[in-house]
Nanobody, 125 residues
């Protein structure tokens, strides 16, 4: 069993930066993929950025490449999402997700078993 808790959301102006954190607890050694998804009002949930915890490979949605960076601190069982050059279109509820599978489609939400409660990010024009 794995539990995930996100933090770091808030309100910022366009062009600003924000860093989200996701701390995992429980059987954390079983996690193979961990990362971030978001859902804007009236929109479907989409994958944002994911890291393969064993190999360190990262995966990004095209809309955030060059602006967002996902990273991990294995000692703290934590994954971060550094968000820069934020745009109003980035406004959404951001949720952390993790899974134990060795292979998966990294940006597909339905691949993930464990989810955090979400943290709101609001970017004003």
């Amino acid at each position: 069993q794995v539990q995930l808790v996100e933090s770091g959301g808030g309100s910022v102006q366009a062009g600003g930066s924000l860093r989200l954190s996701c701390e995992a607890s429980g059987y954390t050694s079983s996690i193979r993929y961990m990362g971030w998804f978001r859902q804007a009002a009236g929109k479907e949930r989409e994958g944002v950025a994911v890291v393969n915890t064993g190999g360190g490979r990262t995966y990004y949605a095209d809309s955030v490449k060059g602006r967002f960076t996902v990273s991990q601190d294995n000692a703290k069982n934590t994954v971060y999402l550094q968000m820069s050059s934020l745009k109003p279109e980035d406004t959404a509820m951001y949720s952390c997700a993790a899974d134990t599978k060795i292979f998966l489609s990294s940006l597909r939400a339905d691949e993930y078993k464990y989810w955090g409660q979400g943290t709101q990010v609001t970017v004003s024009p």
